[in-house]
């Protein structure tokens, strides 16, 4: 629900003249959710609120479709003809500034790059400057209450429990089979899933020695996935329970068909680990400290690790990303690779870490956790107890 006092407190709080939330025909998401219009349809004309940091806001709205905003409090300006529509924005914010929008700057962080540069430039040529909402969308997109909280802890007890269900599964099969196919794991993690009141919107990964390279491998079926003795396996899944505004669990392990793991993957492993525990290490140092800390930085001194022991040309994605009820939720993404991620991480926001190093044609680690820092800035690690070694299957 849209609380217009707790957006006006945050502008005041980061020294915003306003906020000035733009859509059309759904080309901002994020305008749509912070003003409760997820389940709404969507409209044919532009609208734009405007929420200044003092004083009533302001609704821009076409002549045919006035009462779109009309759920929201605020005076309603009423335009048809496009002259009529520039005005308007001219009325609101001509000379104001700095002026929050969805827009990063030179699209440095595409995912809160919501609003077109033309109309950015319609807003600057009233004299107003614009800076970016990323660190707003945050606060009122990606905060958890304490009942998400509570529904994350128990979809992650789920996600945990699902590894041994995959383990056991695997060495029971291999015993009687000789093999399993990647679909079959895939499949008994999905059944656990469904018995724990727990759901996904797409099945987990799956994948056998030189498919672990892959990151964004989609697990099949055939020869080429038959799990033999041998093989190393990982294993990524996602889970939220089946209950409303439930937020996701995320996690990746790795684990050998055999009773010993082989020392050219535990060496990997190894480091990958250690590349996680600086990432963990880098945000519970910040939050005791209280200082302000960017999903940049973590990724800065997660890849780090990885670069000097030799394999950074392998770790080939982002450090992690948000968690909400999308499984990449919309909140500040530990990333210094794919984009510029300079938002803060806060309160109340969970967020994966989970380096990997990817060797083509051969195998690929990935050790994955997730992090949520709670209301009093206490770091919690989600999930279970972390990976501190590969997991040597046929001995369950």
């Known amino acids: 629900m849209f609380d217009l006092a707790a957006v006006q407190t945050a502008l005041r709080q980061y020294h915003f003249a306003g906020w000035l939330l733009a859509e059309f025909r759904g080309s901002n998401v994020l305008a749509r959710r912070i003003l409760g219009m997820g389940e709404q349809p969507l409209t044919s004309r532009r609208f734009l609120y405007w929420i200044p940091a003092e004083g009533p806001p302001v609704k821009i709205v076409h002549r045919i479709e006035e009462s779109v905003l009309d759920h929201l409090p605020g005076d309603k300006v009423t335009y048809l003809k496009w002259q009529e529509f520039e005005a308007a924005i001219r009325g609101a914010v001509a000379g104001r500034g700095p002026i929050a929008m969805e827009y990063s700057p030179g699209n440095g962080n595409p995912y809160i790059s919501k609003v077109d540069a033309g109309t950015i ?21 990606s905060t958890w209450d304490a009942e998400q909280e509570r529904m994350h802890f128990e979809a992650a007890q789920i996600t945990n429990a ?5 383990w056991k599964f695997i060495a029971s099969q291999v015993r009687q089979h000789g093999q399993v196919q990647e679909v079959a794991v895939q499949q008994a993690i999905m059944d656990h899933f469904l018995a724990h009141g727990a759901t996904t919107y797409s099945p987990p990964i799956v994948g056998r020695g030189p498919h672990s390279a892959l990151p964004h491998y989609e697990t099949g079926d055939g020869p080429d996935t038959l799990i033999r003795e041998g093989d190393f396996v990982l294993v990524d899944l996602w889970a939220k329970l089946n209950q409303p505004r439930a937020v996701y669990s995320d996690l990746t392990r790795t684990g050998f068909v055999g009773t010993t793991v082989p020392e050219q993957f535990t060496k990997v492993f190894q480091v990958v680990a250690a590349a996680r525990d600086a990432g963990i290490a880098c945000v519970q140092e910040a939050f005791a400290a209280g200082h302000e800390l960017s999903g ?8 780090t690790v990885i670069e000097r022991a030799g394999y950074g040309p392998y770790f080939t994605h982002r450090t992690g990303h948000n968690i909400g009820q999308e499984v990449h939720g919309n909140g500040a993404h530990i990333d210094n690779l794919e984009s510029r991620e300079d938002r803060l991480l806060m309160r109340r926001t969970c967020f994966s870490i989970e380096p990997g190093i990817y060797l083509p044609g051969e195998f690929g680690v990935r050790s994955e956790i997730d992090v949520y820092i709670d209301a009093t800035g206490q770091v919690h690690v989600t999930g279970g107890e972390l990976q501190r070694s590969i997991v040597a299957i046929m001995n369950y």
Not at 121 to 141: M, P, T, Y
Not at 162 to 166: I, M, R, S
Not at 296 to 303: E, H, L
């Open 121 to 141: 430039d319609l807003v600057r040529g009233c004299g107003a400057s614009v800076v970016s909402s990323g660190n707003l969308i945050q606060l009122f997109e």
């Open 162 to 166: 699902a590894y041994e269900v995959a």
């Open 296 to 303: 940049g930085t973590v990724d800065d001194a997660v890849r």
